[in-house]
C-alpha cells in the first residue's frame, strides 16, 4: 500500500541552524511528491513540489527515488519557518493526496 | 477571499444528529476532494470530483457519511447519525484536472461530537 513516512513529530533548531524535515514514501511506481506547509491559524497551503525543482523561501527537496524519500531542506532556518509541515504524495491521475503524519517545525530565536 | 470557503468552520453536535458541510472550490476548479483530518494525524483521502461526478470514495466513507457536487460547483458532505469517532477536522481542496497541480485547501470543519 501507499505510505507516505515522516518519522519526526518535532524538530526544534535554533535560528540560523540548518533544517532537514525527513519524508520517505512507499509507492512502486512514480508518484508525484509535494510540502505542504500549515503556519498558526492558517490554511494548508503547498510549499513546493518535486515536478518543478523549485526553491521555495529557501526551502527545496530532492527526490531520491532509490532512497525513496524527498526530504525538506533549509540551510538556514527562520524563526518565521516554524510550521507544521506535511509531505504528501499523488499516484494516478485521481490527484488525490497521501500524507504523512506531519513534523512541526519550531525554530527558536 | 477568492479561496476555497468552508462553512460552518465550527460544528458541536449530539451523537445520533445528522450534520452537514459545505464547501466553495475556486470557480475554475474542476476537482474537488474531501479529506479527514485527527489530531497529530495528516489529512486523510474521503472522496472526490470531477466537475459533478463523484470518482472515488475511500473505506473511509462509511454508509453514514455521502457527498454531493450539484452542477460541479458547491460541495456538500452529510454525515448521518453521527459518531463520537466522527469528531475531527473535515477539509476541503480544489485543484485543477493535471498532474502535478496544487490542491488548494479550505479553512476545514472542526467537528465536535458530545
Known amino acids: 500500500a501507499q505510505r507516505v513516512t515522516q518519522p519526526e513529530k518535532l524538530l526544534s533548531v535554533f535560528k540560523g541552524a540548518p533544517v532537514e524535515l525527513k519524508c520517505n514514501y512507499s509507492?512502486?511506481?512514480?508518484?508525484?511528491l509535494f510540502w505542504y506547509v500549515q503556519y498558526s491559524r492558517q490554511r494548508l497551503q503547498l510549499l513546493l513540489r518535486h515536478i518543478s525543482r523549485e526553491s521555495i523561501k529557501g526551502f527545496t527537496a530532492d527526490l531520491n527515488k532509490g532512497e525513496t524519500s524527498f526530504h525538506l531542506k533549509k540551510p538556514f532556518a527562520q524563526e518565521e519557518d516554524s510550521a507544521m509541515y506535511y509531505c504528501a504524495l499523488t499516484k494516478d491521475s485521481s490527484y488525490k493526496l497521501i500524507f504523512g503524519s506531519g513534523t512541526r517545525l519550531l525554530v527558536r530565536p | 477571499d477568492t479561496g476555497v470557503s468552508q462553512d460552518p468552520r465550527h460544528k458541536i453536535t449530539k451523537r445520533g444528529q445528522n450534520v452537514t458541510f459545505r464547501c466553495d472550490p475556486i470557480?475554475?476548479?474542476?476537482?474537488l476532494y474531501w479529506y479527514r483530518q485527527t489530531l497529530g494525524q495528516g489529512p486523510e483521502f474521503l472522496t472526490y470530483f470531477q466537475n459533478e461526478a463523484q470518482l472515488e470514495k475511500s473505506r473511509l466513507l462509511s454508509d453514514r457519511f455521502s457527498a454531493e457536487r450539484p452542477k460541479g460547483s458547491f460541495s456538500t458532505l452529510e454525515i448521518q447519525r453521527t459518531e463520537q469517532g466522527d469528531s475531527a477536522m473535515y477539509l476541503c481542496?480544489?485543484?485543477?484536472?493535471?498532474?502535478?497541480?496544487?490542491?488548494?485547501f479550505g479553512q476545514g470543519t472542526r467537528l465536535t461530537v458530545v
Open positions: 470557480s475554475e476548479h474542476n476537482r
Open positions: 509507492y512502486s511506481g512514480s508518484p508525484e
Open positions: 481542496a480544489s485543484s485543477l484536472d493535471l498532474i502535478g497541480t496544487e490542491a488548494f
